[in-house]
């Protein structure tokens, strides 16, 4: 049950009821539909001739390119690495820690409408941030908080910062997610919503992994 709950909050953690239908992505779903990524991914992923470099923590980094899409992001290179391609187009890329399945790095790729011409189509980064993050909701039947520590608007692309909470189920949760868009990634007239998120128990994130974070988080770029 514990982990139901955890896997359930990853794909919540941007609200949008219709996340779970086949509607047509719209501005509220499709950043819902970004991040509602299965940690059960399946196939693996190679980083062919990436350098590996030691972040402050001591993980070890590798640079990833997605050749479609063209951005490049820092990822742990000793962590379980994955990718699934879902039924409605979207990919996913998952890293995990072996060592510790609740923190992971993870990029959705989500094709989306022609006529979302840019970031703003969704809304500022502060409404991005009010209708997709959630203040305090349910899940599951269980209550969820949620806290905001940082949107800004940065890299061409949104950049979140902010804790989950599922008490008695769920530790509080560190999250650190990036949202862009990619005119004609699709290689046709689409464009594909990119969303980055970096996440582990906020225990280990104060203690370890806050600068590796900040390192994956500093490393994107777009092509």
């Not at 820690?97 to 790729?109: E, G, M, N, R, W």
């Not at 970031?119 to 502060?126: E, I, K, P, R, T």
Request: proline share 6%.
């Amino acid at each position: 049950m514990h982990r139901l709950i955890f896997c359930l909050t990853i794909m919540c953690s941007l609200l949008g009821a219709s996340a779970w239908t086949s509607e047509p992505i719209n501005r509220r779903n499709a950043f819902s539909k970004a991040i509602a990524v299965p940690v059960a991914a399946a196939g693996s992923l190679v980083i062919a001739g990436s350098p590996v470099e030691a972040a402050e923590s001591g993980l070890a980094l590798a640079q990833f390119q997605d050749p479609k899409t063209g951005i490049k992001v820092k990822v742990p290179s000793d962590w379980i690495a994955s990718v699934q391609q879902l039924p409605d187009r979207r990919t996913v890329n998952l890293w995990m820690d072996p060592k510790d399945p609740k923190s992971l790095v993870f990029i959705a790729f989500t094709p989306i409408r022609d006529d979302f011409t840019s970031l703003g189509s969704f809304g500022s980064v502060d409404q991005v941030a009010v209708q997709t993050i959630l203040p305090k909701g349910q899940l599951a039947g269980v209550d969820v908080d949620a806290k905001m520590l940082s949107a800004v608007s940065a890299k061409q692309s949104y950049l979140f910062d902010y804790l989950q909470t599922v008490p008695n189920v769920q530790p509080t949760t560190h999250f650190r997610t990036i949202f862009t868009l990619q005119q004609g990634a699709t290689g046709g007239a689409g464009s594909v919503l990119v969303t980055v998120t970096a996440q582990t128990p906020e225990e280990r994130y104060s203690t370890e992994l806050e600068g590796a974070f900040n390192q994956i988080i500093d490393s994107f770029a777009k092509a």
